[in-house]
């Protein structure tokens, strides 16, 4: 009786093992980051910069290598959502506006049925005279 029980376990065992390692081999879609450089922090913009100019490249990566699309929000900035790139969309006044508070986000697409990832960054953009 000892080895039938044996054999069951076993059996079990196997199969447990073997619906682990398809559940662990689905598809996941991590979150993308911001890379350094390219992420808007401890950035700062002179007030005199014209309206217009291109001041900024946002740059994001996604772990699974799937298309970036960026955002920026407020009314001094804005951003090509498929490349990142930031223009100033309203002239500055570093004595009325010393500092402008913006949220980045950042979206992945889709992984089969795992639906995007939509990431915020919060950051403060100093002005200079």
Request: net charge negative; proline share 9%; with cysteine.
């Amino acid at each position: 009786m000892v080895p039938q029980v044996l054999v069951l376990c076993l059996a079990v065992s196997r199969a447990f093992a073997q619906e682990s390692r398809i559940i662990n081999d689905s598809p996941r879609n991590r979150p993308p980051v911001l890379v350094q450089g390219g992420d808007l922090r401890n950035w700062e913009i002179y007030e005199d910069t014209p309206v217009g100019s291109t001041v900024y490249t946002l740059v994001g990566q996604d772990p699974e290598g799937s298309q970036i699309f960026y955002t920026i929000s407020g009314d001094y900035f804005s951003a090509d959502i498929n490349t990142g790139v930031v223009t100033l969309k309203k002239p500055l006044d570093r004595e009325k506006v010393p500092k402008i508070d913006v949220v980045i986000t950042i979206q992945d697409e889709p992984i089969r049925e795992i639906p995007e990832n939509l990431i915020p960054f919060r950051r403060s953009v100093k002005v200079l005279d």
